[in-house]
């Protein structure tokens, strides 16, 4: 009997890879940039199996491909916003992604960047790099306290979660706005619900920790800029659709916020006009909050059971668009 025959859009790591070679024909696409749209869909459609990232566009058109063999998505990431899942579900296509398993990584960089843009880490670098060491004194390179200070988070799942964790230890006071209230956690973590607005009103630093979606498109645009604190510093390793950057750039510049770290921007990669570049006080990260080696390697193994069990018949254990089972019944 053939094997089935896979696309992998990326080099994963290899331990998880040797895992899935024996069982499949494969082919892994090795190019500096990722497929284009039309490569992308040739081979896919030639294949039994996707193994994709998040630059993958897997949108309707893509899965309404004529001919498709295509019978299983496994995305490299938690985060499925290059992916329409109806589409997908409507073709029967089960969509594995990783929840879970990058949690504390992502969390740890939402903090590394809250730490390098309130202490003015990466402008100082930039300073000594071009030979401006500027003599000790008392208001060079000046910023923010992160102890002590008021963070609120947007989205309080897995993520928001695990930094109200970080938070606590910095003896930070910690906002969380979500869909819903999270009783137990306000116990346990010593964190309070908040309004959208009073988040936007009190914080000294935001970080938002939510799925991109036709509701959270530019859910912090100028309105929202206009009620935050001028020393408020915002943080994005969510997805850079969320922000509207057109609204952050006037804002940073105008001294509405005091800072910005983000991990993702809207599109990737960021465009070379983007009036971001050009803000001291603006950090930008080329979407690496999971890029630990470890984190990595834990993604690459649960992108591989969610194609073997998909290539056995046998439900994703990490699926996205549950409802693909449940279809027709
Ligand atoms: C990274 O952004 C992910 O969604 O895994």
Same mark, same amino acid.
Request: charged share 20%.
């Given at each position: 009997?053939?094997?089935?025959?896979?696309?992998?859009?990326?080099?994963?790591?290899?331990?998880?890879?040797?895992?899935?070679?024996?069982?499949?024909?494969?082919?892994?696409?090795?190019?500096?940039?990722?497929?284009?749209?039309?490569?992308?869909?040739?081979?896919?459609?030639?294949?039994?199996?996707?193994?994709?990232?998040?630059?993958?566009?897997?949108?309707?058109?893509?899965?309404?491909?004529?001919?498709?063999?295509?019978?299983?998505?496994? @995305?490299?990431?938690?985060?499925?916003?290059?992916?329409?899942?109806?589409?997908?579900?409507?073709?029967?296509?089960?969509?594995?992604?990783?929840?879970?398993?990058?949690?504390?990584?992502?969390?740890?960089?939402?903090?590394? +960047?809250?730490?390098?843009?309130?202490?003015?880490?990466?402008?100082?670098?930039?300073?000594?790099?071009? &030979?401006?060491?500027?003599?000790?004194?008392?208001?060079?390179?000046?910023?923010?306290?992160?102890?002590?200070?008021?963070?609120?988070?947007?989205?309080?799942?897995?993520?928001?979660?695990?930094?109200?964790?970080?938070?606590?230890?910095?003896?930070?006071?910690?906002? /969380?706005?979500?869909?819903?209230?999270?009783?137990?956690?306000?116990?346990? +973590?010593?964190?309070?619900?908040?309004?959208?607005?009073?988040? +936007?009103? @009190?914080?000294?630093?935001?970080?938002?920790?939510? /799925?991109?979606?036709?509701?959270?498109?530019?859910?912090?645009?100028?309105?929202?800029?206009?009620?935050?604190?001028?020393?408020?510093?915002?943080?994005?390793?969510?997805?850079?659709?969320?922000?509207?950057?057109?609204?952050?750039?006037?804002?940073?510049?105008?001294?509405?916020?005091?800072?910005?770290?983000?991990?993702?921007?809207?599109?990737?990669?960021?465009?070379?006009?983007?009036?971001l570049l050009d803000l001291p006080n603006?950090?930008?990260?080329?979407?690496?909050?999971?890029?630990?080696?470890?984190?990595?390697?834990?993604?690459?193994h649960i992108a591989v059971d969610n194609?073997?069990? &998909?290539?056995?018949?046998?439900?994703?254990?990490?699926?996205?668009?549950?409802?693909? /089972?449940?279809?027709?019944?």
């Amino acid at each position: 009997m053939s094997k089935p025959k896979i696309f992998i859009t990326r080099p994963i790591p290899q331990l998880a890879l040797d895992r899935l070679l024996p069982h499949v024909d494969y082919e892994i696409w090795q190019e500096q940039q990722p497929p284009s749209i039309e490569i992308l869909s040739k081979k896919a459609h030639a294949s039994d199996a996707l193994l994709s990232m998040l630059s993958d566009p897997l949108n309707a058109t893509f899965f309404d491909a004529p001919g498709s063999t295509l019978k299983i998505v496994s @995305q490299f990431s938690v985060g499925v916003d290059n992916i329409d899942l109806s589409a997908a579900t409507n073709h029967e296509i089960p969509v594995g992604h990783t929840p879970g398993v990058l949690t504390e990584t992502t969390a740890d960089f939402a903090f590394g +960047l809250m730490l390098a843009a309130a202490r003015r880490i990466v402008e100082g670098n930039n300073e000594v790099r071009q &030979g401006i060491w500027r003599p000790w004194g008392p208001d060079v390179l000046t910023g923010y306290d992160v102890h002590g200070a008021t963070l609120g988070l947007i989205g309080f799942g897995r993520i928001g979660q695990a930094v109200a964790r970080r938070a606590a230890g910095f003896s930070m006071k910690v906002l /969380y706005f979500d869909r819903s209230h999270h009783a137990d956690l306000e116990q346990e +973590l010593g964190v309070a619900y908040a309004s959208l607005d009073q988040i +936007l009103e @009190q914080s000294d630093f935001i970080s938002l920790h939510i /799925y991109l979606s036709p509701e959270t498109h530019h859910l912090i645009g100028k309105l929202e800029f206009e009620k935050m604190k001028p020393n408020a510093i915002l943080i994005n390793t969510a997805r850079g659709g969320v922000v509207d950057h057109q609204a952050l750039a006037v804002a940073l510049k105008n001294g509405k916020i005091a800072a910005a770290a983000v991990d993702v921007t809207e599109p990737e990669p960021i465009q070379n006009d983007s009036p971001l570049l050009d803000l001291p006080n603006m950090i930008i990260a080329p979407h690496i909050a999971s890029a630990s080696k470890a984190t990595r390697l834990r993604m690459a193994h649960i992108a591989v059971d969610n194609l073997l069990a &998909g290539l056995e018949g046998r439900r994703l254990p990490f699926c996205a668009n549950p409802a693909v /089972y449940t279809k027709g019944k």
